[in-house]
Nanobody
C-alpha cells in the first residue's frame, strides 16, 4: 500500500503561479511513476504531467511550457510547478503513483486549484 498526501492548492489570479507537492509513504520501494492528473467540473480526469523513475516526462499539450514536474526520490515526493496559470487550469488536482510491474495505481485525496480574478 502507498499513502499519498498532497498540498499546495489554492486560489490564484490568472498569470500567477502555484506549486503542488505530493509525498508518498508506505510501500514506496517499487514506485515506477509519479504524476498529476486533474478533473474540472463536468469533465473527465486527465493527465497533466508524469515522471518515470528514469526521469522521462510526459505532459499534456495544454500545459507544456507552463508546468514543470519534478521528483525528490530520496523523499518520495513529486512536485508540480505551475506558472502562467489560466482560468481553464481550474480543477481538482490529483497525485498519481504507479507501483510495481503491474503498475498498480494509487491516488491522492485531491487539491483544489482555482484560477480567477
Amino acid at each position: 500500500q502507498v499513502q499519498l498526501v498532497e498540498s499546495g492548492g489554492g486560489l490564484v489570479q490568472p498569470g500567477g503561479s502555484l506549486r503542488l507537492s505530493c509525498a508518498a509513504s508506505g510501500s514506496t520501494y517499487f514506485i515506477a511513476t509519479m504524476g498529476w492528473y486533474r478533473q474540472a467540473p463536468g469533465k473527465e480526469r486527465e493527465l497533466v504531467a508524469a515522471m518515470a523513475n528514469g526521469g522521462s516526462t510526459n505532459y499534456a499539450d495544454s500545459v507544456k511550457g507552463r508546468f514543470t514536474i519534478s521528483r525528490d526520490n530520496a523523499k518520495n515526493t513529486v512536485f508540480l510547478q505551475m506558472n502562467s496559470l489560466k482560468p481553464e487550469d481550474t480543477a481538482v488536482y490529483y497525485c498519481n503513483v504507479k507501483v510495481g510491474l503491474r503498475m498498480v495505481t494509487y491516488w491522492g485525496q485531491g487539491t483544489q486549484v482555482t484560477v480567477s480574478s
